[in-house]
C-alpha cells in the first residue's frame, strides 16, 4: 500500500520548524531527508526513523517495524501530533546519521 500525499503534508507541515527537511518520493513511498542525511521515511502512512541511538534514547518504548519487505527494521514514531518532540527528535538523531554515500554513475 502506498503512502497518502496527504499524510506527507502532515508530516512535512510538522517538521516545518526545522531548515533544510526535504523529502522524496520513491515507489509510493517518501524518504525524509534532514540536512542531506536520510532521517527516515513514510510506509503505508506511517512515520519511520532510523534506529539511532538518539531516537532510541527518546522513544524506549517505540515498536520497530519493517518499512517494506527485505527492508532493516526501522522505529515507528507514534508521536507525531507533537511537533516540538518530532523536530527534536530529528534534531537530536542528526549528529548520528549516515552521511549518504557518492552515487555511482552507470
Not at 503534508?9 to 515507489?27: K, N, T
Request: no cysteine.
Amino acid at each position: 500500500m502506498a503512502s497518502s500525499k496527504e499524510y506527507l503534508e502532515f508530516i512535512m507541515e510538522q517538521l516545518a520548524g526545522l531548515e533544510d527537511v526535504s523529502y522524496r518520493a520513491m515507489m509510493g513511498e517518501y524518504i525524509i531527508y534532514y540536512r542531506g542525511k536520510v532521517a527516515g521515511g513514510i510506509y503505508d502512512d506511517r512515520f519511520l526513523v532510523k534506529p539511532v541511538k538518539a531516537a532510541k534514547e527518546l522513544m524506549p518504548e517505540a515498536g520497530m517495524e519493517l518499512p517494506y519487505e527485505g527492508a532493516k527494521e526501522m522505529i515507528l514514531v507514534d508521536n507525531v501530533d507533537d511537533r516540538r518532540f518530532l523536530e527534536g527528535l530529528i534534531e537530536a538523531m542528526y549528529p548520528e546519521l549516515p552521511v549518504p554515500g557518492k552515487k555511482r554513475r552507470g
